[in-house]
């Protein structure tokens, strides 16, 4: 059996998905979550893309002791400064440097010849192996490379000290067959190739990421890369939970396994959907809500005689689990506890001791309060810490013969209070224009998603927003019974993420972008 490493991309390529955007806070939730799911590397940002991203690097990097942590740089001197500046917390520091060596982009994005590429990649490896005791080299669009060409400078940048080797199909244009045949094609004819671990980076463009991705391992590969989900720039990258699941189930095809703790796997989507606010489609394999689902008779009446008739991936073994016990207004602080500990939250007292008040007015409105209320509960506290603006109190008027008008009152954390109502064409814009008014602001609402978590008459309303103001955006997340009160909730987490975002740019003085 082969181990097949899984380097995360989630926090780096993930968060190039359009509309995503990552606070400090979440990505060391997603760092911390995806320590324990059991990646070998966190690709956690790139350090010299700005000082937020060179700052989240730096934290997790000292922070994140289970796996190697790494950093993308362009092939230039001073990203490999500045990852080197970021990384060099970790215990396992490790750099991702990057060139192009397609055709396309050699001329049109460098307006350089290949030669020159060689030589530039090979200056870079040698620069970073000054600082780096592990350097990944990546062909970017290595799949729209001439062959020979791409074994040229992968033998070269072995040489000058690359220990791994990452062949990307950046545009998502490859198929298993052809990006198969370019790793043997590699295998066969570098001949210091068994120096390096060879890596895929696949993109779903034609739908075929995870596919390309296990065809790359039938012919060498050891390591894939990818991101929860499947997110990432345009139409994302591998689904890491996909290429897990697949490598586990076939085991018998593939004579892989991986270090991923599949157990861990529910709760890891579930954290980056909330976080990123990508909804799951109900039909994703191995995370979707339908997944395990079996709808038609004659898949039911197998199912029931034997599971193994149309089960092949049993819920337990991805952590979708029936509790036993279940939470709800009769539930006391120890049942809370050991519940939240099994969702594997670990949390100091005080903050159980909060969260336990918000359950009980919960489930004084809901019958049985689910997993997915919990986790959405206490990520909405975690991750929410040292907002300046609390809600206090929200009323709205609304009839189908009169103009919705809000009034709202909120209480800023030095105590003072502040109240406005204003009138909009909905109950939802009333709202947000009086929560511009209270903050003397006009902002501009990009995004609003609704959605309900699990169903059902008395399920919990989650929102999620985009707002921009004073060149600034920022996303928020808001979760009550109502779905008014959630929109005001979202609204103001994420006028309350704006301040941070722009108050740290102040003291770091960051151009306002
Ligand atoms: C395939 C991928 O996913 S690659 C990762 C993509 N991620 C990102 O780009 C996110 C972060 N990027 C950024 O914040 C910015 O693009 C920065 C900070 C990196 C650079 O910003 P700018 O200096 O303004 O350059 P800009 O983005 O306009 O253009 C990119 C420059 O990098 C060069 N470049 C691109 N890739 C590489 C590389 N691998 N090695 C060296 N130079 C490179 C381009 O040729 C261009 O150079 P030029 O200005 O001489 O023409
Ligand atoms: C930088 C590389 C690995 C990349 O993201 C791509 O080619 O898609």
């Given at each position: 059996m082969n181990k097949i490493k899984i380097f995360d991309t989630t926090l780096r390529d993930g968060e190039q998905s359009p509309g995503v955007n990552l606070n400090f806070q979440e990505k060391m939730e997603i760092a911390r979550q995806l320590e324990k799911y059991g990646v070998d590397i966190i690709e956690a940002g790139f350090p010299a893309a700005s000082k937020g991203d060179f700052q989240s690097v730096r934290e997790i990097a000292n922070t994140i002791k289970g796996c190697s942590v790494t950093g993308l740089a362009r092939a230039v001197k001073s990203d490999i400064d500045t990852a080197w500046e970021a990384l060099k917390g970790s215990e396992e520091p490790r750099l991702h440097v990057f060139i192009a060596t397609s055709p396309i982009h050699m001329a049109y994005?460098?307006?350089?010849?290949p030669e020159e590429i060689v030589e530039i990649a090979i200056e870079m490896v040698k620069y970073a192996s000054k600082f780096f005791p592990v350097i990944q080299w990546s062909a970017e669009d290595a799949s729209r490379s001439e062959l020979p060409f791409l074994a040229h400078i992968t033998e070269k940048v072995i040489k000058a000290g690359a220990n791994v080797v990452n062949l990307p199909d950046t545009v998502g244009y490859t198929t298993p067959k052809e990006y198969g045949a370019m790793f043997s094609y590699l295998k066969e004819n570098v001949p210091n190739i068994h120096k390096v671990d060879l890596s895929t980076h696949c993109h779903d463009d034609l739908g075929m990421a995870v596919a390309n991705s296990l065809a790359a391992v039938e012919n060498g590969a050891t390591q894939i890369e990818g991101a929860i989900n499947g997110?990432?720039?345009?139409?994302?990258?591998?689904?890491i939970e996909e290429v897990a699941v697949a490598l586990h189930t076939r085991k018998d095809f593939y004579q892989s396994y991986t270090n991923i703790t599949l157990s861990e796997t529910k709760r890891t989507s579930d954290l980056v959907s909330k976080l990123t606010g990508m909804a799951i489609p109900a039909?994703?394999?191995?995370?979707?809500?339908?997944?395990f689902a079996h709808e038609s008779g004659i898949h039911q009446d197998g199912f029931l005689k034997n599971r193994s008739t149309y089960e092949i991936i049993s819920p337990e073994l991805v952590g979708v689990q029936q509790k036993e016990v279940v939470l709800g207004k009769h539930s006391g602080r120890h049942a809370f506890r050991t519940h939240l500990m099994d969702l594997g939250f670990t949390l100091q007292d005080n903050q159980i001791d909060s969260l336990f008040e918000k359950f009980k007015d919960l489930a004084d409105k809901k019958k049985d309060v689910t997993d997915d209320d919990l986790f959405s509960l206490v990520l909405q506290k975690t991750v929410n810490s040292d907002e300046l603006y609390k809600l206090d109190s929200l009323q709205v008027q609304y009839g189908s013969h009169n103009i919705p008008t809000a009034t709202i009152t909120l209480t800023k954390n030095d105590g003072e209070s502040v109240q406005e109502a204003a009138t909009g064409s909905g109950s939802v814009e009333a709202i947000y224009n009086t929560l511009n008014r209270c903050i003397d602001s006009e902002l501009k609402l990009l995004d609003y998603r609704l959605q309900s978590i699990?169903?059902?008459?008395d399920a919990l309303a989650e929102v999620f927003v985009k707002i921009e103001g004073n060149g600034v955006e920022a996303s928020g997340r808001g979760l009550a019974y109502d779905v008014l009160e959630s929109s005001a909730k979202a609204y103001l987490n994420a006028i309350n993420r704006m301040i941070a975002i722009q108050e740290y740019r102040k003291e770091t003085k960051q151009e306002v972008m």
């Open positions: 994005k460098f307006n350089k010849k997110i990432g720039e345009r139409a994302g990258n591998a689904a039909n994703k394999a191995v995370v979707g809500r339908n997944a699990n169903g059902g008459p």
